[in-house]
């Protein structure tokens, strides 16, 4: 009995190898074990161009000959002609993907050092091709010293070559003893790897050379991380360093706005609404339009870059530290503009418990909502001076907020993976798009948007919750020796709530402003400006900015506790909502609403506490 030649395909994972042995032997396949280890072995029948047959195996994807899985053992002992079940291959069809060829030639370099018949199947030329790269087959063939056809596997292209090739490499009967070559030689068949691929390539578009060089450096382990914390860092200095002055134009229309109202209308119900109720408690919010855009126009920036991918592979390794995969990342970073939004990208995420850790932690990402809050409180708090020479103690503590609340969610996805949504890890792929310079238009677009998306906000959900709020402070009446917000209906429902929050250092307002903003973040700074506009003695002090009554009222242990509380507080009713549709039911919402809830009483607490021991 002859038996009929025996061809081994191997190469890297993923270079194609399965897809090219299906090209080859269609539905002549037979998939068994290897006897004594769980690795499959897939054989099929491929027919010479003169109709003699061979039999073909696919080994699993290898990285080298030095194994490190059961997979990479089999692929190792059957090209050494050691595995049992398997002889001694009679030639070697190595694949390799054409868009990766430095890193494959590594391996192609060892096995073609055996001494067996090879064949060469450069595979992917396509996706080369689409990423300008040009590879030349016969530079490659000469410097390797066996034949290289270039195929598509996934389009049959190469097929007729590669058959002949193969005809060729067993008919040349060549009796051959496999000898591996030394460890030790491992970085000169690198070395290697990369000249042949460098002489090979005969073109190279200057776009994939420059994103491979800026990728290089974007995605150096220690560089990387650098860089990405200094653009963050640098982001969040320039919202507060340019807005000062929008920010002015817009707060100085509202005060003319409001002196204009306070002179036409008579002493009364309506001018109060209309001064103290909508333009106190709207005008306080609007102010914050310019930081809000200026933020914006930076995440558009690095969007439209390419870059926010780079930090989504950054931050990969991160997040595999917590038990998160970057899979992740795209929603959480959409939950820095709005936790819904983001929470509703979570459904790109297979894993079920991966997916629920994401939407619980996504609302401790600091929304957009809550940058009119940490704007109007570090802008009374914390004077607008330099640190350490340069850098703005606003933007810093802007930063810092931020920084907290990505803490805490690492911290809380930690928890959770242990506890409640525990489960295996899993793989993460990205596909990094090229650089390219942003395009003005639609940048300019999407800024646009968001300017429409806030000022819808301001005029509806702000706009009702600071005029019920108006309705509920001022009625009824104080009589005579009450303040307003004694005597008002909201100030005994503020009353009630303090008890909770005064141990972590909340005034009266504060418990006040915590209610309507469970609709919004930022009605927080609506509802105090409205209060407070209410409260006051008399109209002048009524038209003092907010943040000058603020600085009058509150202690800065306080205002930090307040800062804090709004870092980890799930206040905000869509979010709320959205879980319950995402996860079926009122279990996990309810979860998240206890468990936020605490963590931001025990941080603000502890906020408040500190600062009053330090003696702040
Ligand atoms: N565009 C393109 N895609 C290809 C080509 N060859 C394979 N692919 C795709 O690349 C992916 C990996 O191919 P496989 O054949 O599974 O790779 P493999 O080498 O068998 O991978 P492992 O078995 O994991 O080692 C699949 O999605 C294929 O469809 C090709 O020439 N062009
Ligand atoms: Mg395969």
């Known amino acids: 009995m002859t038996t009929i030649p025996l061809v081994a395909v191997v190469g890297n994972p993923n270079a194609g190898k399965s897809a090219l042995f299906n090209m080859l032997t269609g539905a002549r396949q037979k998939v068994g074990n290897y006897p004594g280890v769980t690795v499959e072995r897939k054989a099929g029948r491929l027919f010479l161009p003169d109709g003699r047959p061979i039999e073909l195996v696919d080994l699993p994807g290898a990285y080298s000959l030095e194994p490190s899985s059961p997979d990479e053992e089999v692929t190792r002992d059957v090209v050494l002609g050691k595995q049992d079940g398997e002889r001694l291959p009679d030639a070697l069809l190595l694949v390799l993907d054409a868009t990766n060829l430095d890193n494959h030639l590594r391996f192609a370099l060892q096995l073609i050092d055996l001494g067996l018949p090879t064949v060469v199947a450069l595979n992917m030329v396509d996706l080369a091709r689409r990423d300008g790269l040009e590879i030349d087959p016969q530079i490659l063939e000469r410097e390797l010293g066996v034949p290289v056809i270039a195929t598509v596997a996934v389009r049959r292209r190469g097929t007729d070559e590669l058959r002949e090739a193969i005809s060729e490499a067993v008919t040349a009967a060549r009796v051959v003893r496999p000898r591996p070559v030394a460890v030790e030689d491992f970085t000169i068949v690198q070395r290697r790897a990369r000249a042949i691929a460098r002489k090979a390539t005969i073109s190279e578009t200057a776009v994939r050379r420059t994103t491979q060089l800026l990728d290089s450096i974007a995605l150096h382990p220690v560089a990387g991380p650098i860089i990405f914390l200094t653009i963050m860092f640098l982001m969040f200095q320039a919202v507060f360093a340019w807005a000062v002055a929008p920010a002015e134009w817009i707060d100085a229309g509202v005060v003319s706005l409001q002196t204009m109202a306070t002179g036409t209308l008579n002493e009364g119900p309506i001018r109060s609404l209309l001064v103290d109720g909508i333009l106190a408690g709207v005008g306080a919010v609007i102010v914050f339009l310019p930081q809000i855009l200026i933020l914006f126009f930076f995440i558009l920036l690095l969007e439209a870059t390419g870059y926010m991918v780079r930090a989504a592979f950054l931050m990969d390794r991160l997040m595999a530290r917590v038990g998160l995969s970057g899979h992740a990342f795209i929603p959480l970073l959409s939950s820095f503009a709005c936790a819904v939004p983001g929470i509703m990208a979570t459904r790109s995420i297979e894993d079920p418990k991966h997916r629920l850790t994401t939407i619980l932690i996504a ?25 350490a020479g340069a850098f703005g103690l606003q933007g810093l503590v802007l930063f810092g907020l931020y920084v907290a609340g990505v803490f805490g969610a690492l911290i809380a996805a930690l928890f959770l993976r242990m506890t409640v949504t525990r489960g295996t890890p899993r793989g993460f792929l990205l596909e990094m798009p090229k650089y390219q310079l942003p395009q003005l238009r639609d940048i300019v677009l999407g800024l646009w948007q968001r300017a429409l998306i806030f000022l819808k906000r301001a005029g509806t959900i702000i706009l009702v919750s600071t005029v019920v709020l108006w309705a509920l402070l001022s009625y009824p009446q104080p009589k005579a020796g009450e303040t307003a917000l004694e005597s008002s209906i909201a100030g005994k429902i503020a009353s009630g709530l303090e008890v909770l929050v005064r141990p972590i250092g909340f005034n009266h307002e504060i418990a006040l402003a915590l209610i309507p903003a469970m609709a919004a973040r930022e009605v927080a700074v609506s509802a105090l400006a ?59 919402p309810a979860f998240m609403l206890g468990y936020l809830f605490t963590l931001a009483w025990l941080a603000a607490g502890a906020t408040f506490w500190t600062a009053t021991a330090l003696g702040l």
């Open 530 to 588: 409205t209060a407070y506009s209410i409260d006051a003695e008399d109209e002048a002090a009524a038209e003092q900015p907010l943040k000058e009554q603020l600085r009058g009222r509150w202690s800065l242990p306080t205002a930090l506790a307040f800062l804090v509380w709004f870092v980890f507080a799930p206040q905000c009713l869509s979010t709320i909502a959205v879980t319950r549709r995402e996860t079926n039911g009122w279990k996990w």
């Open 363 to 387: 609302p401790l990402m600091t929304c957009s909502a809550r940058l009119p809050v940490y704007t109007m409180i570090i802008g009374a708090f914390f004077p607008d001076r330099a640190v």
